[in-house]
């Protein structure tokens, strides 16, 4: 048996064909779509990237685990917890992973034969070097049962396309940097541009046209989709893509622009938790499927496992692969064969890095309770109707008391009862360091002489960069 798993971080669903945008994002991702099954609403539970990987190697959300910020210097994941990689390993799998996760957290190297370090002298990615670190090590090991995890990081700023790939997003007749044109400004001038200036901004060059880093998001999903194009041609030509079991799906998505925030994966609105999955295994999963209720990533290690224990592959020690005590996730195996709609009434949400805020979203609501804005102004309390406001437009908190109330409630009893008698660790977290991206920024601007309350009520760009060329 042989198993692919491929994280597409930042990828937001809602940019996908198959997930209903209009532009020529993802052919390839689609036709994948069709031979398989999508999720049509699949979630990130906790976000950003160190959060969301580490739910989905556990089965378990971040408030079991004790894993609920990213980037903080205060969390460990204990060995005691199961993790996915080495589940298989120790039952025969060779297990293998084109990953950088593990500069960031050591656990992320865990369970590994192979563990091909996707870093080089740039800070960002791009699926090319994934792919030549990838393929090759299929050739090698193609008549084994292996579990592949390869991560790819091309939508994740700073967007850098190849430019052949921009033209089909952009207008040609329009100027990317027009000085009339004024709708960067607010992104330029919000209190977290000093962390933005150099990946997001300095990178890409003076663009005064928001539309154009639109643009560039999508065209480096474009530029993905070749990449996912070319492994599974790959697997094709070695004769092993109809034995495949391959899992795609987003750590989180991304907002561009949304709700204040500018290219970038906080806040606890659709755009960022509204994630894509999909799975392909041919002759076991039904071709065309779309499962339409809620599941999340802690759902995929009782999925694969569940798998595994179904197909009996020989050489494989399934004695080993007991799904762990104390799972958050639930099998989609139901949901994959229409037995069930989906596998979770209602998904909560957790975030700890720009912003400290826990929710809920159901079917028809989501729930936002905000314990710390960071760099953001937000209400304390934020409560949408999904159906008749998708954009998450209209707080009803104020109007439906009530309604809140009764959500509130709800998040305080699940977060009682997955901390039985623990410390909160996002209190933890707030209450010892305080949010890590605010760290940064309050690093950043220390070193030109700023502090951080004097930044917030002047956030002005222009101010910033002079301080950065005069060096101080």
């Known amino acids: 048996m042989k198993i692919i798993l491929i994280s597409l971080d930042t990828l937001r669903a809602s940019r996908l064909g198959s997930y ?3 532009k020529p994002t993802s052919p390839y991702l689609d036709r994948i779509a069709e031979q398989g099954v999508l999720f049509e609403r699949a979630y990130a539970g906790d976000i950003p990237t160190e959060v969301a990987h580490t739910g989905l190697f556990t089965g378990r959300v971040g408030l079991s685990t004790g894993i609920v910020s990213h980037g903080s210097s205060l969390t460990q994941l204990p060995k005691t917890v199961a ?8 039952a025969g799998f060779t297990t293998a992973a084109v990953d950088n996760l593990y500069q960031l957290k050591e656990w992320f190297a865990r369970g590994y034969r192979y563990y091909m370090n996707s870093s080089g002298p740039k800070r960002w990615i791009d699926g090319r070097t994934v792919n030549e670190m990838a393929l090759p090590w299929l050739n090698e090991h193609k008549e084994e049962s292996f579990f592949l995890f390869l991560h790819y990081w091309d939508p994740h700023t700073p967007y850098l396309p190849p430019s052949p790939y921009i033209e089909a997003f952009y207008d040609k007749n329009r100027d990317p940097y027009d000085p009339d044109n004024r709708s960067m400004s607010e992104a330029y001038n919000h209190s977290a541009y000093p962390f933005f200036k150099h990946h997001h901004y300095d990178l890409v060059g003076p663009v005064t046209d928001s539309a154009y880093y639109d643009a560039l998001y999508d065209a480096e999903i474009r530029y993905l989709d070749d990449r996912l194009k070319e492994l599974d041609d790959h697997l094709e030509e070695l004769g092993i893509r ?11 998505g991304e907002s561009l622009t949304e709700h204040q925030i500018y290219w970038d994966h906080c806040g606890l609105y659709e755009p960022t938790v509204h994630v894509p999955l999909i799975m392909r295994w041919p002759g076991r999963i039904p071709a065309g499927r779309r499962v339409q209720g809620l599941v999340q990533h802690v759902d995929l290690l009782p999925t694969l496992l569940e798998a595994i224990r179904l197909l009996q592959p020989s050489g494989i020690d399934l004695a080993k692969l007991a799904d762990p005590p104390e799972l958050d996730g639930h099998s989609l195996w ?9 596998t979770h009434e209602q998904v909560y949400l957790s975030e700890c890095a720009w912003q400290a805020a826990r929710g809920i979203r159901t079917e028809r609501f989501k729930y936002i309770r905000t314990y710390d804005a960071g760099p953001f102004t937000r209400p304390s309390c934020e409560l ?3 159906i008749k406001d998708p954009a998450e437009t209209v707080n009803l908190a104020e109007e439906e008391p009530g309604l809140t109330a009764d959500f509130q409630r709800q998040l305080d009893a699940w977060v009682e009862a997955k901390l039985d008698g623990r410390p909160d660790p996002m209190k933890v977290q707030l209450r010892q360091a305080g949010l890590p991206f605010r760290g940064r920024i309050e690093a950043i601007l220390s070193s030109v002489g700023m502090s951080w309350a004097e930044w917030c009520s002047n956030p002005d760009r222009e101010r910033f960069d002079k301080a950065v060329r005069e060096g101080r």
């Open 20 to 22: 209903g945008y209009d």
């Open 242 to 252: 109809e034995e495949t079991m391959l899992i795609l799906f987003g750590d989180h």
């Open 334 to 342: 139901p949901a994959i064969h229409g037995e069930t709609y989906g």
């Open 384 to 386: 949408y109707d999904l």
């Open 83 to 90: 993790w996915l990689p080495t589940l298989l390993r120790a």
